[in-house]
């Protein structure tokens, strides 16, 4: 079982519309949390990455939030625009070296 | 500034044929180093991570294995193809294993 899921796994919206995407964790112990970006046929970019003091954290018009108590975190989209179009990967660091476990992503749309 | 380079971008190869992939960083020194796979509609795989020249940890068993000959490369080899080994393989780079990685933007992989 993934310990990192995912919802929904995919999601279209308008242009200009907010989105939320989710994030929930099993894995202990908890180093960090990371969001990623991964447009179609291209490496994922960083977005944001945050450790257990961290509630929330801006990159932008991208906004991750994470509740280390109830292991979840979430990326918060707004006013979308055409190129936010991708998969957007949730990855949670274990304080155990080099374990990282990796969402499914879940696969954005914005549509003119 | 630091870049990654992986190449081919796409490569097609017939079952039971050998793989070289290869992955260069530059502007960077002794960085930990990333071997992936995605495959469709999945989620990343880690395969391997280095932490230093000669220093290669396999996450999953398979019929694959990288090198690093030297500090900022990073190869990825089969000896033979199976159709498995399809998918998207990414290589990354991070300067901790705390630190986001920075992917290259991937290989296309096709076994026939």
């Known amino acids: 079982k993934n310990q990192v899921e995912q919802s929904p796994q995919s999601l279209i919206i308008l242009e200009g519309k907010n989105c939320t995407l989710q994030?929930?964790?099993?894995?202990?112990?908890?180093?960090?949390l990371r969001w990623y970006k991964q447009d179609t046929g291209r490496g994922p970019v960083s977005l944001t990455i945050?450790?257990?003091?961290?509630n929330t954290k801006s990159n932008g018009r991208y906004t991750a939030t994470l509740d280390a108590d109830t292991k979840q975190s979430s990326l918060h989209i707004t006013a979308s625009q055409l190129s936010d179009s991708a998969s957007y990967i949730c990855?949670?660091?274990?304080?155990?070296?080099?374990?990282?476990?990796f969402g499914a992503g879940t696969r954005l749309t914005v549509k003119p | 500034s630091q870049t990654i380079h992986q190449w081919p971008a796409t490569l097609v190869q017939p079952v039971g044929s050998p793989l070289s992939l290869e992955c260069t960083v530059e502007?960077?020194?002794?960085?930990?180093l990333y071997w992936y796979r995605q495959a469709a509609g999945r989620g990343l795989q880690l395969l391997f991570y280095?932490?230093?020249?000669?220093?290669i940890s396999s996450e999953v068993p398979q019929n694959l294995s990288a090198s690093r000959p030297q500090d900022r490369q990073f190869i990825l080899s089969s000896k033979k193809l199976l159709l498995s080994d399809s998918g998207f393989y990414l290589c990354?780079?991070?300067?901790?294993?705390?630190?986001?990685?920075?992917f290259g933007d991937g290989t296309r992989l096709s076994i026939l």
């Open positions: 945050m450790t257990f003091s961290e």
């Open positions: 990855v949670v660091l274990s304080d155990s070296r080099n374990d990282m476990r």
């Open positions: 994030c929930n964790y099993t894995v202990s112990p908890f180093s960090n």
């Open positions: 990354a780079w991070s300067t901790s294993s705390n630190q986001p990685q920075h």
């Open positions: 280095s932490v230093g020249i000669g220093q």
């Open positions: 502007g960077t020194s002794n960085p930990n």
